[in-house]
């Protein structure tokens, strides 16, 4: 994916996963970890922070989860 974005002559980081995030439907499985909704906005926010730092002015987020619930929450 990287590859093709940059012979659209984008400029492209693909960033480290985010791997914890609102998990309450699932949080009675064991090994479950869940952010609150504040620990996860504010997660987040300090990597668009980053990416904003370091000159980014575009960011595309890929969820992989079934459902888009924490998008409402950004």
Do not use: C, H
């Amino acid at each position: 994916m990287k590859q093709e974005l940059e012979a659209l002559g984008l400029e492209v980081i693909i960033a480290p996963n985010v791997y914890w995030g609102i998990s309450d439907n699932v949080a009675r499985y064991a090994g479950t970890f869940s952010l609150s909704q504040d620990t996860f906005r504010g997660l987040l926010s300090d990597i668009l922070k980053s990416l904003q730092s370091w000159g980014f002015e575009k960011v595309f987020i890929f969820n992989v989860i079934a459902n888009g619930y924490w998008l409402g929450i950004v």
